[in-house]
Structure formats: structure tokens, C-alpha cells
């Protein structure tokens, strides 16, 4: 079978940048095979060396971050300011894995008993595929490449077709590291069939993914006749909640960052803002305030923040939800802003937009936009604000913006997502652990479970005696 072609469009000016041939599925099942052979001997590599080896692979990456973050740019469209700003945070987490990896897999001891001895062992799951999602690459990758190579797993890395060279960027770094052979590999594939085959393949034990919900629903139907541990890192429509009592120039300034960081393209990007009647006008002058200070444009000029969304798929996706906001009785309250009106002509730019008086009737309160929009919505009280966060079929992260911490304390406890904050959004952290909640998502990553997906337990029980 003729392998498909892989073609990286830029988001900056709609012209191919990189093109791939896809991995067959004849192909995938030889590179399973490879990393099943490598496991074998990887398994049993003491656990010192597989560190020294990670964190020889995580300093050349960090040496060589701008030019990564100069290669991401051009292949997803964050402005150039930022990029590398996500491979430094890279490296926080897996400082925080690499801290706490002994302990997290020690052998648990039984209780004692005369006579017996009895251990449970963590035991690695095998040859485990990490299927990764476009608009945070370095931060998904961390969270299951580092403790799957530290837990003893050989890995295969599923790129998006978006970003297909990060994949291959950590290949070679891992390599001159000193990664044996085949403990790392890739499969380069656009194609859902093909996906749908390689999650099947019998000598991948285990599989993580990060992307859609719809993706991910899929992928579920697509290893149901096996048995096979596959985590799901999926969509959001975040909340956030503004008190009558927060200080609105600090939270506005939050919630904007919240939104439209990355052009909004963040699973836990702020979608929704509720906000107390009180303060809810001045409020709204506060975001408008921010949003002049914006400067959209070029991915490649160092002064944009808002560069352009990742298709011309995501502008009428995202322009549909905006139209259908209007329609419905939506107020346009962007305020004017030079740069949101001259955007470069030949990309898939989208000004982020400021909605008032948005209703759950309307599509951009109830799904994801993965884009620049900030719909705001008054309510009258707590209550009334907590039952509209918690009206979604998502839940990966909420948060409420007080001066009062034990008030809003209260809230967190009411609120339906994996990750609650108090006066902070759109931030995991390396010691929290990361989860979905409804269709968000299945399992987690990072914090004290970071490294159970990739461990299995088994049991030893030792009677001394024979009599």
C-alpha cells in the first residue's frame, strides 16, 4: 500500500512548509515490533541510567530551544515571542518528574506477617504510543515521554500532521543522548483509518492521547476489542467566575491572557466568564481596556501576541460560533483596535472578539471554540454562577476570581472540573495532577499519579516454609 502524503501547511501564509510520507500500517506494525524487541532490554536498564539518559536528552533540548521554538512557529503559528517559552516550561515538569520518580516507583511492602513475605512491584506496561495534539507539543509530549522512558517503556511518538518535526527534533536529541536504539521511534500519520489500525497493533501495550473529544471517543471505539490501558487528555470549555469583590483591572488582565494566549487553541483556555451584575459593566470596560494593548499579526514579528489560528477550517469554525452568538442577541463589544483590523492577508487570522450579553442558547457558551473569543455573561449571584459553570459537558478546569479566598474556597468545592483555581487560570501544574473530568478527559498526567499509566502492578507473595 502506497504510504499517504504528509503536508505541513502554515498557518502564517497558507503555503506547505514541511512534507512527509505517512508511516503504512505495515510499516507501523515493523516499528512495534522494534520497540517491542527494544523493550526487552530497556526494561531492564537500572533505573540511575534511564535517568542519566532523560536528563542528558532534556538538557540538549533546552540548548537548543529557540531554534525549536523557531521550527514551532512555523508549523502551528505561535508568535515567535513565546515559543520557546513553552520548552523552558517543558523542562519544569520534568525536573518535578525526575524529583519524585523514585519514589513514585518503589515497591510497595505488605504487611508483615511471620513466616511470609509479600511486595507489590511496578512493573512497566511495554511499547506505549503517545499520540500528541499540535498547539502544545513540547508540554503534552513531557507529560508522557518522560515517565514512560523513566518507568522503563519504550515509546512510539504520533505527532499531528501539524507539527511533525517536534517529533522528529526529539528523536535525534534522544539519540545523541545515548538512547539505545528503537527505545524511541515515530509514526507519521494524517490518516484516522490508519490511526484506527495502529492502535490495534498487539505490541503496543499501552497508549496515551491528547486532542479532541471526538478524536478521543473514536479511539475508544477503535481499541474496544482489546484490552489496553489508553489515557485521554481531551477538550474544555473552561469557566472562570469575577466576584463583585475582585480587583477588575488584575482579573480582566488574567482572563485575557486566559483567552486568547495561543489564539485561544488551549484545552483549558478561559470560553466562558460569568460576572456579578455589580461589577459586571465596568468589568467589561476593564477587558475592553486590555484587548487595545493586543497587537495581532505575524507569527514571525517578535511584537505580535495574537498570531493566526492553525486552519481555514478554525476560522469558519470559529466564526461560525461568533455568528451565531449575534444572531441569537449577542452584543460585538471588541473594542477598536488597529492591528485586529490589518492582518496579514494571506493567513488564517482570527481578532480576538469580546461578546456581551451571551445566553447558554448559544453555541460559543456550550462547546469548545478553540479560539480568541471571550464571551461574558452577567449573573446575579454565586449560586446562580456556579450552576452555569457546572452546565457543560466538559470539566478540566474552572476558576473564581475573589479577594476572598475562603468564600471562594466554598465555590471551588461546588465546581465540576478536574482543576479549580482561586484567582489563576489556564495553568497546570507539574504537582497537581492533571485531569478531566465529563468529556474532558480519561486519567491523568503530572502531580503524585503522574507515572501510574505507565506501570502495571504485580504482586509477589512468599510463603518461607514449606510445612
Avoid at 475582585?246 to 478561559?270: E, T
Avoid at 452546565?391 to 478546569?397: A, F
Wanted: hydrophobic share 40%; glycine share 6%; charged share 20%.
Amino acid at each position: 500500500m502506497a504510504s499517504e502524503i504528509i503536508r505541513t501547511v502554515s498557518p502564517a501564509t497558507n503555503q506547505v512548509v514541511f512534507e512527509r510520507a505517512g508511516t503504512t500500517i505495515d510499516e507501523a506494525r515493523k516499528v512495534a515490533a522494534a520497540s517491542r524487541d527494544a523493550f526487552s532490554t530497556w526494561s531492564e536498564t537500572p533505573l540511575s541510567k534511564r535517568k542519566e539518559i532523560v536528563k542528558r536528552g532534556l538538557a540538549l533540548v533546552q540548548e537548543r530551544k529557540m531554534k525549536l521554538g523557531e521550527e514551532l512557529t512555523q508549523q502551528m503559528g505561535r508568535p515567535i515571542a513565546y515559543s520557546h517559552k513553552e520548552i523552558e516550561t517543558m523542562q519544569i515538569r520534568a525536573d518535578y518528574l525526575l524529583d519524585t520518580v523514585d519514589d513514585a516507583l518503589k515497591e510497595i511492602p505488605g504487611r508483615p506477617q511471620a513466616g511470609f513475605r509479600r511486595w507489590v512491584r511496578k512493573v512497566p506496561v511495554g511499547p506505549t504510543l503517545i499520540i500528541f495534539a499540535w498547539n502544545f507539543p513540547y508540554l503534552i509530549i513531557v507529560n508522557a515521554l518522560v515517565p514512560a522512558l523513566l518507568a522503563g517503556n519504550t515509546v512510539i511518538l504520533k505527532p499531528s500532521p501539524q507539527t511533525p518535526i517536534v517529533a522528529e527534533s526529539l528523536l535525534q536529541i534522544f539519540q545523541e543522548a545515548g538512547l539505545p536504539k528503537d527505545v524511541l521511534r515515530i509514526v507519521q500519520s494524517g490518516s484516522p483509518e490508519i490511526l484506527n489500525q495502529i492502535v490495534q497493533l498487539p505490541d503496543i501495550s499501552a497508549i496515551t492521547f491528547t486532542g479532541s473529544t471526538t478524536v478521543g471517543l473514536n479511539l475508544r471505539a477503535a481499541t474496544a476489542s482489546r484490552i489496553v490501558p489508553l489515557g485521554l487528555e481531551l477538550g474544555g470549555n473552561d469557566p472562570a467566575y469575577v466576584r463583585p469583590d475582585a480587583d477588575l483591572a488584575y482579573v480582566a488582565a488574567q482572563l485575557v491572557d486566559g483567552a486568547v494566549f495561543n489564539s485561544g487553541q488551549s484545552c483549558c483556555a478561559v470560553e466562558r466568564i460569568y460576572v456579578h451584575a455589580d461589577v459586571h459593566d465596568a468589568f467589561v470596560e476593564e477587558v475592553q481596556k486590555e484587548l487595545k494593548t493586543y497587537r495581532l499579526g505575524s507569527p514571525f514579528d517578535k511584537s505580535t501576541m495574537v498570531g493566526p489560528v492553525i486552519s481555514k477550517q478554525a476560522v469558519k469554525n470559529i466564526n461560525a460560533q461568533i455568528d451565531d452568538a449575534l444572531t441569537k442577541g449577542a452584543t460585538d463589544s471588541t473594542p477598536d483596535n488597529e492591528t485586529f483590523r490589518s492582518a496579514p492577508p494571506e493567513g488564517n487570522y482570527v481578532a480576538p472578539r469580546l461578546l456581551t450579553n451571551v445566553t447558554h442558547d448559544m453555541v460559543v457558551m456550550r462547546e469548545e471554540t478553540f479560539g480568541p473569543v471571550i464571551p461574558v455573561m452577567k449573573v446575579s449571584s454565586d449560586s446562580e454562577a456556579v450552576e452555569l459553570m457546572n452546565d457543560s459537558d466538559y470539566g478540566l478546569t474552572a476558576s473564581v476570581w475573589t479577594k476572598n479566598n475562603d468564600e471562594g474556597l466554598e465555590l471551588m468545592e461546588k465546581l465540576n472540573a478536574g482543576t479549580v483555581f482561586i484567582n489563576r487560570c489556564d495553568y497546570p501544574n507539574a504537582d497537581l495532577a492533571w485531569t478531566g473530568w465529563k468529556n474532558s478527559g480519561l486519567g491523568c498526567t503530572l502531580g503524585p499519579r503522574a507515572f501510574d499509566a505507565f506501570f502495571k502492578l504485580k504482586s509477589f507473595h512468599i510463603k518461607e516454609q514449606q510445612a
